[in-house]
């Protein structure tokens, strides 16, 4: 390391973030009515044209090289910009700020340091998923932006973006962005066949008691068991669930006793169920209520449903019932006579079984490897890495630059169909090793001392036996 | 009202002349024969015996009134009994007194399949002493009380013959005692209390059969039933007693289902008459003129008939609603197999709650099924063992329904049904495997077959996938190849059935080449590429 050379940490926020359409202004002097939504809120208007005209016109001039696939990000010597066009002629586009993005490289002979602009930094990847699922969170709540379109034209459109990014952008943290966002996976519950049979029949039987009820997902501890979704569906709800409605109501649960935040036990003395979205006291009469309400894919369209979520202990379960229905009180009362009980007992099954299985198999193995590993197929991933996730924090135990690595890896393994295994030396011992096998994906952090490549495979290959021992791995 | 008539008389009764001026009719309950004796003997005596092709007849001389006539096993011996004192064998024979006992006895009743002897004593006649006969000794029971509704003052004879009848019910000797005003205030009705008389130890109380009325009353034993008829509505009831109510007492039994009428008889045109055929009339039942034996015997004297009495199971399944208790019920009874198909089909018109009782109840007995065949192969394989006596090996009763029944007679056509979501279907056959699983019972593969032809045919890919995540659908060569050859349907089947195959080859030792699997192209980079280490 050259002396006097500083290295710092960057950590990227978001600079700017905006939605236009072209097609809404496309005369001269008419290019404000083109932004639908633009944060921050309080740049000057000229500016704000100035910014998306720039983007409207790299668009149509990459368009002229790849008429199908416009560009994607943009590289400018400061920063990037990230483009996503969801639906026809609708574009959304993130520009990350990246604190300290730069390194003063010191000259000789006396001149003036040079800067270097961290351009390799960050991943395209990262971001660029980023952005999409900020499309799919709006989606998710809000449904297309044509929907809204045909609803209140451009109005409507405008409202609804301005009301919803305007809280979802303040919880994005794009410094913890990596990798998993590039996946969008779901953490699975490892569980025996009895327990997950078990599951089945009390979902199949309360599907079949609340008639209305049309999907049916269940979660323990925030990782997935069952989903009545579909994948894309599910991974994005799985997001909003873990990162956004679990933890605003764990806290409450582990405050203490006499604490304030305590919720309010439903008086219920049979069951430890209560209603997460919803009434909060089904005791009170006149306490109103109001479910969130999510948009599903369908066959030929999307479908409105209120978002039951229902939890009892660390059990959690989603009812979707169709928005035309209304839901009453009563009805409420019937899932929580119906469902407390029943999810209750499920909810300390499922922890025996849990706990069984882990005296069974003894202390942790996982400790020694760090890795991560994703299923493209049901969208199954796997952190060691990863600690703790919330919507404001999400740890990492490796550094930074391994994690770029593994990015790095990534994006040669979505430019080629087959399989690979890529294996890298990094910094000091460490060594990443990546492979893909059908749909698969799995990256390894070794940390050994004077190691060599043979090793390192062998390594590998112990782990894929004894973590993997089910999944077929190409060798 | 046919379809509800669960008692019946059976097809083919012995038919004999009917009592008469000149005819009398004697019944030996130890074989089960009647004997039709004319004229004291002079004009023939007809034997005829459920199990004898065709009837014996004999003359004998008229030496006077006969009160009683029994043949021994195998029609050999022949005693008459013509004084209230003596016994005659019209072959000379020779007769040794093997035992003898001095009791006073005010009457007696004699179970010939379990050998006892039941004796009343004492003045009320309510304390009852049995003895058992076992190859060739008489061994003396400990004797016990009934217990008499009132107490008579001053005592008199209080216990009638009719009044007690013995039969073996599930494999145990019980003496049942028709109760007819209950001791308890608010209750005038009837009961039937069951005594259980073990080989050795005391006899106990061990059940007591409500019957809510007062009347008369007479006793069969069917199938582990015990049937009551009641004369004057002319009706019958059957208790089980391992059935558990909850709501009474213990060991208090409610009838099984509503009161009904035996089935509505009708004499046959032909039958191994030996008088000529009579014709075809409907026969009177509840008749004063019957007379019923233990276990499960009805004759009609007046007509000239003796029957067996019969349960016939399908009506059954109507009359009660509860489908655990009558799936309860059913496993029990001998001729239960067919009944319980169809009351398993019948459940799958229904709510997933009963399918999953249903379900429970079959798999319980089927489990302890697999288990004594465990068992026994167990012992049989580890060599005799010493001193025991050797295992027997288990029967396989009708109500031990297997998955191969469940496939063929109720799963194979209800996924054929139309008009039932497919969720549904998948929850009923998820719900058997919860069920299997549950008794720990291996899961047969054409199951799983099921499963994922029905998931593929609906497009439930999202459900396949989950449930082979979580290896619910466990593990084999078979499902891995039919995965295989979903691929051109769901191209994810690919990687599930190579890791399905993985498992199931790690489990066996021998290598299988699967034809159509692809080889895919693998390519192995390697490359010792430096991140941006920033030494010099």
Known sequence: MASGMQEKQYTPSLLS??????????REGEEEKKILFYHPSEVEKNEKIRNVGLCEAIVQFTRTFCPTKPAKSLHTQKNRQFFFEPEDNFWIVMV??????????????????TIEYQEEEILDTVYGAVVRQCYSMYKLFNGTFGRAMEAGGVELLTQKLEKFFYRYLQTLHLQSCDLLDVFGGISFFPLDKMTYLKIQSFVNKVEESLSLIKYTAFLYNDQLIWSGLEQDDMRILYKYLTTSLFPRHSEPELAGRDSPLRPEVAGNLLHYGRFLTGPTNLKDPEAKFRFPKIFVSTGDGYEEL?????????AAACFMISASVELTREFCEQLDGLVGPQLTLLASDICEQFTINR??????????FKFIYFNHMNLAEKSTIHMRKTASVCLTSVHPDLMKILGDINCDFARVDEDEEIIVKAMTDYWVVGKKSDQRELYVILNQKNANLIEVNEEVKRLCATQFNNIFFLD | MSEEHYLELCENPVQFEHASSVNNVFFDEANKQVFAVRSGGATGVVVKGPDDKSSVAFRMDDKGEVKCIKFSIGNKILAVQRTSKSVV?????????LKSQSINVNWYQYCPETAVILLSTTVQGNILQPFAFRSGTMSKMSKFEIELPVVPKPAKLSLSERDIAMATIYGQLHVMYLKHHSRTANSTSAEVVLYHLPREGACKKSHVLKLNTTGKFALNIVDNLVVVHHQSSQTSLIFDIKLKEPDCAVNTHQPVLPARSIHPYRIPLSGPAVVPSQPPVPCQLYSSSWSVFQPDIIISASEGYLWYLQ??????????QDKGKLMDFLLRRRDC??????????STRGVLPVVATVFDKLNQVYKEYLEAEQSYTVAMESGPSRGSAAQKR????????DQSDMYTHVLSSFTERKGVSHKFIIAVLMEYIRSLNQFQITVQHYLYELVIKTLVQHNLFYMLHQFLQYHVLSDSKPLACLLLSLESTYPPAHQLSLDMLKVSLARCSSQITVPSLETRCCSTRCSGRSSRETSG
């Open chain 1, 17 to 26: 973030f905006f939605i236009y359409n072209p097609t809404f202004g496309p």
């Open chain 1, 96 to 113: 990350p700020w990246f604190e300290t993005q730069c390194i003063e490289k010191p000259n000789k002979d006396g001149k003036p340091p």
């Open chain 1, 306 to 314: 209120h978002l039951i979520v229902y939890k009892a202990m660390s």
């Open chain 1, 359 to 368: 005296r069974i198999s003894g202390p942790e193995k996982e400790p020694q």
């Open chain 2, 89 to 97: 064998f019209p072959d000379k024979r020779s007769l040794k007194l």
């Open chain 2, 311 to 320: 349960v016939k199971l399908p009506p059954t399944v109507n009359l009660l």
């Open chain 2, 337 to 346: 197999k067919m009944v319980i198909l169809s009351v398993c089909s019948q």
């Open chain 2, 394 to 401: 288990p029967v396989r009763t009708q109500a031990v329904i």
